[in-house]
């Protein structure tokens, strides 16, 4: 089952764009760590969660997902430091840095933890990071996607989370 907002989604995915699916580097926790420190250096009080393959440990596309957690109401009072740190951001429609570090892309978003889509993201890495069994079977569905549609990966891993969370 694939909710309404990501068929919505998964139509933005360009068909020709493809996934390369690569076993888990930990360099990337390092450099996640040195990414969350810059961020905690400006403001010690922000909540952050890096989440995603790499924080679970697991293969993945070796790219950073950071999130940093405020309400939406606050972001003006972030938006500037994050910006002097990290450049400007790349959309306007979601807060969203993305950049190369050491060789691994990363993704910083600055997000309100109260949306609904945000509280399901965590709720999803809370259960797959308690659950090693659904653990290594995201794995298999990551690694089984390897060269595929990035689409066609993304509705696999929609589906997956969607049952996860029944």
Not at 10 to 24: A, D, G, N, S
Not at 26 to 44: G, N, R
Not at 78 to 91: Q, T, W
Request: proline letters at 3%.
């Amino acid at each position: 089952m694939i909710t309404r907002e990501e068929e919505n989604f998964l139509k933005t995915i360009p068909t020709f764009q493809k996934v390369f699916v690569r076993p888990f580097d930990s360099k990337t926790k390092e450099v996640a760590e040195k990414i969350i420190s810059k961020v905690k250096d400006i403001f010690s009080e922000i909540r952050i969660l890096h989440m995603g393959a790499s924080a679970l440990g697991i293969s993945g596309q070796n790219d950073i997902d950071i999130y940093i957690l405020c309400s939406e109401s606050d972001f003006d009072k972030y938006i500037p430091g994050l910006e002097k740190v990290f450049g400007k951001r790349d959309k306007k429609s979601v807060i969203q840095w993305g950049f190369k570090k050491n060789r691994f892309d990363v993704e910083l978003y600055l997000t309100d933890p109260n949306t609904p889509s945000m509280q399901r993201q965590i709720k999803v890495f809370k259960i797959l990071k308690s659950n090693k069994e659904l653990l290594k079977e995201y794995e298999k569905i990551k690694e089984s996607m390897n060269g595929k549609s990035f689409r066609e990966y993304q509705r696999k891993k929609y589906e997956f989370y969607n049952r996860i969370l029944e």
